[in-house]
């Protein structure tokens, strides 16, 4: 399966272009777009009603819209039900209290994006490609960066976890006596690595975190950058593409949207200021302004552009995604 990203500052076009490319990558291939924005207009795009349910649009697109309230609710859920379950022997800890408060914790929202993008990898194999249409680039960064983030925390907490259970073990040879360990719950504490649930957790998080790691930055993913041709979308972008960059992530692909005869010497200027940036030999392609989509009266399909971003997002890949 292949996973593509439209990225790009509020308001150029990434919607219109994660669109645009479902609908002519579904030409050929079975292809998911989920909108990870929490302000959706995928729905709008396409002229369906969506209401953060899936729906087929044809037999080989299928549309998705990401509730973050409720991604958000359940993420918080699942987490606070891990913890009590792994620490049920701390029972001053009494999570359930926190839960009106966590709930509003930064880093909430990007941890249940990111688990939403991890399980529509792993669950919707019958798809050859999946898109996801972003936020604008600081909530898309920052869920971006989680992985890396989350990797090196569990790193270190799994370092700490380690010396507990070795300082527990040392405990238990001085005493000789596992009952030590009791806690008033009647739970017996863990004495080595393989028993200890919180270990055997950070384990796991970690495992998770270096996949998901992997497909992101691997040859199955590819980012593509819109903008347009204007100064405020290049200083935007070449924010986008340094924090790509920070992040290792496989910005494989630019489009410079809402081009028109009287914006080619701005979209020139945009353009070669972005490649003079580190990105000289980058594929790039114009994509112009269509006055339909702007004309309340035209009825045009809002998805349904000219030029074939199909191909150029298929040659972003190792090989063509088929
Ligand atoms: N090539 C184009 N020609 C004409 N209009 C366009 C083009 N691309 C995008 N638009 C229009 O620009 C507006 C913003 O587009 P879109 O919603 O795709 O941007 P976005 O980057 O997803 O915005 P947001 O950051 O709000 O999610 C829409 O009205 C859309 O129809
Ligand atoms: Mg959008």
């Known amino acids: 399966m292949k996973i593509i990203f439209s990225t790009g500052k509020g308001g150029v076009g990434k919607s ?40 087929a ?40 209290n926190y839960f009106s408060v966590l709930q509003y914790s930064p880093g909430i929202e990007e941890y249940a994006l990111l688990t939403s993008i991890e399980k529509t990898i792993q669950h919707e194999k019958d798809f050859d490609i999946v898109i996801f249409d972003t936020p604008p680039t600081g909530l898309t960064l920052r869920f971006l960066a989680l992985p890396r983030i989350t990797i090196t ?25 596992p009952e030590t ?28 975190y270096d996949n998901l790691t992997s497909l992101l930055e691997g ?36 489009f410079d949207n809402k081009v028109t005869s009287e914006n080619t010497a701005m979209a020139d200027t945009v353009e070669k200021t972005l490649r003079s940036g580190g990105l000289s030999s980058f594929p790039l392609m114009r994509i112009s302004l269509l006055h339909e989509f702007q004309d309340a009266g035209s009825g045009a399909a809002l998805y349904n552009i000219n ?11 190792n090989n063509d995604g088929r």
């Not at 050929?28 to 995928?42: C, G, K």
């Not at 819209?65 to 039900?81: A, H, P």
């Not at 360990?181 to 998770?208: M, P, T």
């Open 57 to 96: 649009f044809s037999n080989n697109l299928h549309l998705d819209e990401v509730d973050l309230k409720k991604l958000s609710r359940d993420y918080l859920n699942r987490e606070i039900g891990v913890l009590t379950d792994t620490y049920k022997y701390l029972q001053v800890l009494n999570l359930d």
């Open 153 to 177: 925390w569990v790193d270190r907490l799994i370092q700490i976890r380690k010396r507990i259970i070795e300082k527990r073990h040392t405990i238990q040879k001085i005493r000789g006596n």
């Open 307 to 317: 030029e074939d971003i199909a191909s150029a997002i298929l040659s972003t890949f």
């Open 219 to 254: 040859p199955d993913c590819s980012i593509f950058m819109v903008f347009n041709p204007d100064l405020l979308s290049l200083r935007e972008s070449q924010r986008l593409v340094d924090g790509l960059g920070d992040l290792n992530l496989p910005l494989r692909l630019l």
């Open 16 to 55: 219109t272009l994660a669109a645009a490319a479902a609908w002519q990558l579904s030409q050929h291939h079975r292809v998911l777009i989920t909108s990870l924005d929490p302000a959706h207009n995928l729905g709008d795009i396409f002229g369906v009603s969506l209401n953060g349910k899936r729906k």
């Open 181 to 208: 360990g009791k806690e008033e719950s009647g739970i017996v504490l863990a004495y080595d690595e393989s028993d200890d649930d919180v270990l055997k957790r950070l384990n796991q998080l970690k495992r998770n």
